[in-house]
């Protein structure tokens, strides 16, 4: 049976530090579900289909990454994908805090699905949506931060703004 994780995250907008935890996902899945969240009390800049334009548009080359929206509890998503895993990246000690919470958290909800962290990249470290919101917003350049199909929905948002 092949093995499947969803990674899953709001990607407002998504990075070079989440393509980089998806692609090194696939070294220990056959196959990754992106899951981008609907998650309204966030007040994401992107509406949701956009974000998930985005991260699509991102992974054209992988035929092993699916993109898909969601809402709700994130174990259930895993359930309706048959997926085993949910795959986490960790930038910090202070991401482990949290993330070892949902994990345990998730474990409760359901014991048949397991958590698999994979730590950033050094280069990426210091990447988050928010600092990318950010840096955009004040004309700063972010072309090594995110995947090329980013930079003209922040642009155009940007020039609204």
């Not at 600092?131 to 917003?137: G, L, V």
Request: charged share 20%; glycine share 4%.
């Amino acid at each position: 049976m092949p093995r499947c994780a969803v990674y899953p995250g709001t990607f407002d907008p998504i990075t070079f530090g989440h393509v980089d935890v998806a692609r090194r996902g696939l070294t220990l899945f056959d196959r990754i579900i992106i899951g981008v969240a609907d998650n309204p009390a966030k007040s994401p800049l992107f509406d949701l289909e956009t974000r998930v334009a985005m991260v699509q548009q991102s992974f054209t080359d992988e035929t092993r990454v699916t993109v898909i929206a969601f809402n709700g509890l994130l174990v259930e998503l895993a359930r309706e994908q048959q997926a085993t895993a949910i795959l986490r990246g960790l930038r910090s000690a202070s991401d482990f805090e949290y993330e070892f919470q949902m994990a345990t958290m998730n474990r409760r909800l359901d014991a048949s699905i397991e958590t698999a962290f994979v730590m950033a990249r050094e280069d990426y470290t210091f990447v988050s949506s928010r600092f990318i919101r950010e840096i955009s917003s004040m004309g700063g350049d972010i072309t090594s931060l995110v995947p090329p199909p980013v930079i003209p929905h922040l642009h155009a948002k940007m020039q609204r703004a």
